[in-house]
């Protein structure tokens, strides 16, 4: 297990937990750290305080990456802009695309999505598109130069689980790049399936914001996503069965 | 149960009270309250008719506990499910409905509460709103801020670490225009990360200007949805004109505002159906601008100078409670303000089940915050204050109490773009 990394943008990770940021509290930050061993940390760039008070910066250990996002955007001019932004004030060359056009559901705008990927994988970013589980746009992303996909599993906050299972599904089969299931996680055994289907890592927020003990609930997640990547790697989760074999072999009739 | 509005000041000319009076007692001596002024936009939107037919229709006794619980019941709040949790009939399920609040929000929000600061620049009206302490016949200091002043209040708040203010207006366009506004708005970009304006409504063009001039958010109070109650409260000026106001977010957003505020002031009018309304008002507008942030305000009327009799009648504490539930559950995505006019134990409180964002450090004075922040008795003019607070935590008090409630002070969360 020691050699399974998660490779993006040529930057390698052992943790597959990803922590979110829409509601984080500083004390979350710490649990996702210790707990759930998260070596990728998103921060909103507009929350993102210049002050002394508060500074997220501050809260963030040593060798994690700040994987900055572009929340706020609601085109792709915005997202770039605040990626830009991102860079200036320190926060290093990932940027996560978030580009919402809808206040009440906060689904990502997929076109505006791959425009903006694009642009910034120009400009040397290494881009993590949020998306919604469309398989076209997936390969767009894919041609648009994105480092990985992260597709999502429910409304964000809405931890409904994989309500888009079967399409992340054919997002894993068929996509070379790193997947990663962001939005609408809500259980330890919902993170632990996805990874047995195959997905790359796991981002989550809100499961562990509003879970009543965040440290029990940050190494619960740790313990079910390694679950879920050993059962993935032993084989178990990619066993598919399609009708039952025939006693005799179909293929008996051929001579040679 | 009726508020005493009508205060005569012993400072008004005999000509200025005999107007008082006639415009009080006369009502055929009152602009047609409808009728838009010359200058005012029309932008024909649909909205208003669709918030005032369901308001209109609305009869909230009809409603019984089993409604209460079938909306209580549902995944998804529908608009009769928002009545029956605004009717009489759920006031013994108030619980209930917080705890389905605290999860929605939670779910939502997570445990973070935003704070800003009001920085009121001028208190001159040219209305005569009978509950209002700026009203055009309230005899109070009036004040009017210049730009060296402006700058000096940002500073001060800034220095208490604020990063959100909402800038405010009397509404007097002849004594604060809207480029005196979109110059404050400019000198607040220098010290704040946001910027919100609670001034009165404009044309489309013009809060197109000022949302260049670095604000973002617009907030109108409607004050009230029912529009011959708001007749008889606004009696003078072009706030008179219900309509023009009922606009006034959608026109921001037409300007290119991010987000806009509604808000009824509870205790004018029957608080049920200004709830309804307001949330309605919020719904339909977001359905037609999806990408606009919308928030929540849920003021109760206060007491103001001289007047300290006025207060919020049949509007109690846990009815309050009730309508921001109501608004929780029926808008899981919506911001809710809770103002100072609420006490410390009740926003400490509310910020557990639904509100988001409150204020802290606030003045409702004009000038005044050098002597509030620091403490310095100042021989400097004043401007008198719009109501009386009942919350003065400063923002450092507001802070460490914010966090003992095992929640998250947000002091920023925007980037203008």
Redesign the interface.
């Known amino acids: 297990m020691n050699n399974d990394k998660l490779i993006i943008g040529g930057h390698e990770f052992t943790s597959r937990f990803i922590l979110g940021s829409g509601k984080y509290s500083l004390n979350l930050i710490e649990a996702a750290v210790k707990d759930a061993g998260a070596e990728i940390i998103t921060l909103a760039v507009r929350r993102a305080n210049t002050r002394d008070r508060e500074n997220i910066l501050d809260y963030i250990p040593n060798g994690v990456t700040l994987l900055p996002n572009t929340s706020g955007a609601r085109n792709a001019e915005e997202a770039v802009r605040i990626a830009r932004l991102a860079r200036e004030i320190g926060c290093g060359n990932f940027i996560k695309i978030e580009i919402m056009r809808d206040s009440k559901y906060l689904l990502p705008d997929n076109n505006e999505t791959v425009k903006a990927t694009e642009m910034l994988a120009n400009e040397g970013f290494v881009v993590m598109p949020y998306m919604y589980p469309d398989l076209y746009t997936a390969r767009d992303l894919v041609n648009a130069g994105a480092a990985a996909v992260m597709p999502l599993a429910a409304p964000i906050g809405s931890n409904k689980g994989l309500a888009t299972k079967d399409f992340l599904q054919i997002l894993i089969d068929e996509i070379d790049l790193p997947i990663i299931i962001d939005a609408g996680i809500g259980k330890p055994s919902e993170a632990c399936m996805a990874m047995e289907m195959g997905a790359d890592a796991i981002m989550a927020n809100t499961a562990l914001a509003t879970a009543g003990d965040l440290t029990k609930m940050a190494t619960a997640f740790r313990l079910a996503i390694e679950a879920g990547r050993h059962a993935y790697l032993s084989g178990l989760g990619r066993v598919l069965t399609r009708g039952s074999s025939a006693s005799d072999p179909l293929t008996g009739f051929l001579r040679d | 149960m009726e508020n005493k509005f009508f205060v005569d000041s012993e400072y008004l000319s005999p000509q200025a009270l005999a107007k008082k009076h006639l415009l009080e007692n006369d009502p055929s001596s009152r602009l047609d309250h409808m009728k838009y002024m010359k200058g005012m936009e029309e932008i024909n939107s649909d909205v208003c008719s669709k918030v005032i037919a369901a308001m209109d229709l609305y009869d909230y006794s009809k409603y019984t506990a089993k409604d209460v619980k079938a909306a209580l019941d549902h995944e998804k709040c529908s608009v009769d499910d928002l009545k029956a949790l605004l009717s009489p009939a759920a006031m013994p399920f108030l619980e209930e409905m917080a705890q389905k609040a605290r999860l929605i929000t939670?779910?939502?929000?997570?445990?973070?509460v935003y704070l800003f600061t009001p920085l009121y620049i001028s208190n001159y009206c040219e209305n005569y709103c009978v509950y209002c302490g700026f009203n055009c016949y309230n005899h109070i200091n009036r004040m009017k801020l210049s730009q060296e002043q402006i700058e000096s209040e940002m500073k001060v708040i800034a220095d208490s670490?604020m990063?959100e203010i909402l800038i405010l207006t009397g509404e007097s366009r002849s004594k604060s225009d809207i480029e005196y506004i979109g110059n404050a708005c400019k000198l607040a970009r220098k010290y704040f990360r946001m910027i919100g304006l609670e001034i009165y409504p404009v044309n489309t063009d013009e809060y197109r200007y000022l949302h260049e001039c670095g604000a973002d958010y617009v907030t109108v109070f409607q004050e009230t949805y029912d529009r011959d109650k708001y007749e008889t409260l606004h009696l003078l000026g072009h706030k008179r004109i219900w309509p023009y106001r009922f606009d006034a977010q959608e026109r921001a957003l037409m300007g290119g505002m991010r987000g806009v505020v509604f808000s009824a002031l509870l205790g004018l009018s029957d608080f049920r159906k200004d709830a309804l309304a307001t949330a309605l008002h919020l719904y339909y507008l977001?359905r037609k601008y999806?990408?606009?942030?919308?928030s929540l305000s849920c003021p109760r009327l206060r007491p103001i100078i001289n007047n300290d009799k006025i207060n919020s009648l049949d509007v109690h504490e846990k009815q309050l409670c009730q309508i921001i539930c109501a608004y929780r559950i029926f808008l899981p995505?919506a911001g809710i303000t809770v103002s100072s006019r609420e006490s410390a134990e009740f926003r400490n409180g509310i910020v557990k089940i639904a509100a988001t964002k409150i204020s802290a450090g606030v003045s409702t004075g004009i000038g005044d915050h050098e002597s509030k922040y620091k403490g310095k008795n100042s021989d400097k003019n004043q401007g008198d204050e719009q109501f009386e607070i009942d919350d003065s935590r400063s923002l450092d008090k507001m802070?460490v109490d914010i966090s003992g409630e095992g929640?998250?002070?947000?002091?920023?969360?925007?980037?203008y773009?």
Do not use: K
């Open positions: 939670s779910r939502h929000f997570g445990n973070t670490g990063e977001q999806p990408h606009a942030e919308m995505f802070y929640l998250q002070p947000v002091l920023n969360d925007y980037i773009l």
